[in-house]
């Protein structure tokens, strides 16, 4: 199994927590050691077969239990937020990779690495879950988090507007406040995970400009009017600040973009 696509759909269909991480290391393993072919040879699949674990029990927003961040019930689920953010992290950078084709080879090997970066993530929040007498799927999740794939899944520049240009860009404004928070109560382990999280989310958000911005010239749109009209058009309203504005312009984040935003 060594072409990027067919593992891709092994672990998109895959709906085991172990498995999505298994194909996921694999793929990177093999293109670490120059094994995989990126060559397309079908068609994507329809993206309502992709599968997930049976737990956590997914909710919407409004029916998530408030927990005060003041306890360490409310600590615990707060990295089991972080925990479901990144394992869906994985599926939306597999179904990036695999969903687009016609890209230049380079897009590919960057969403294998957001995805292997994301896996590493979500073991990592995992693992500090379990430190804390919890587990992934002990708690209910946010059920929304993979609808914008579903509402994206026709149109590339959509998905790369609204999932890193928008969903992960969020983190680059909250995640350094949750830093300093947990600095500020002497919790040196979760400061530092939260950290390296928030230095590969900078990336990954630069990867989604990148591309946004590829894209949009090979179909000669400009790029700050097309993302504008593209977070609209989705239904996502204007993100509410305040805005990380250092990090969002490490990002690529344009300043026409930052002035809308902020304005």
């Not at 799927?137 to 993979?146: E, I, K, R, Y």
Request: hydrophobic share 40%.
């Amino acid at each position: 199994m060594k072409n990027i696509f067919d593992i891709a759909r092994l672990c998109l269909c895959d709906d085991s927590i172990e498995g999505k991480l298994k194909w996921t290391h694999l793929a990177w393993q093999q293109f670490e050691r120059g094994e995989l072919c990126f060559e397309s040879s079908d068609s994507p699949m329809a993206i309502d077969q992709v599968r997930f674990p049976p737990r956590p029990i997914l909710m919407s927003p409004r029916h998530m239990p408030k927990r005060s961040f003041n306890t360490s019930e409310g600590k615990t689920a707060f990295f089991h937020a972080i925990a479901h953010i990144e394992f869906i992290a994985i599926s939306l950078a597999w179904d990036m990779l695999y969903r687009f084709r016609d890209m230049p080879e380079s897009f590919y090997k960057d969403w294998l690495m957001v995805a292997e970066e994301e896996a590493q993530h979500f073991s990592m929040i995992r693992e500090h879950l379990v430190s804390r007498g919890s587990d992934y799927g002990d708690l209910p999740a946010h059920g929304g988090l993979w609808e914008h794939a579903l509402q994206t899944a026709e149109d590339l520049l959509a998905r790369l507007a609204v999932v890193p240009r928008c969903m992960e860009a969020r983190g680059l404004d909250a995640t350094p406040v949750m830093v300093e928070k947990f600095k500020s109560i002497g919790d040196a382990t979760s400061a530092a995970i939260l950290e390296k999280i928030l230095n590969d989310e900078i990336g990954h958000v630069e990867l989604g400009t990148k591309w946004f911005r590829f894209e949009c010239e090979r179909q000669t749109l400009a790029p700050d009017k097309k993302y504008i009209e593209l977070i609209g058009h989705y239904e996502m309203g204007k993100p509410k600040g305040p805005f990380n504005r250092e990090m969002r312009i490490m990002a690529g984040f344009s300043e026409a973009e930052l002035d809308w935003l902020e304005k």
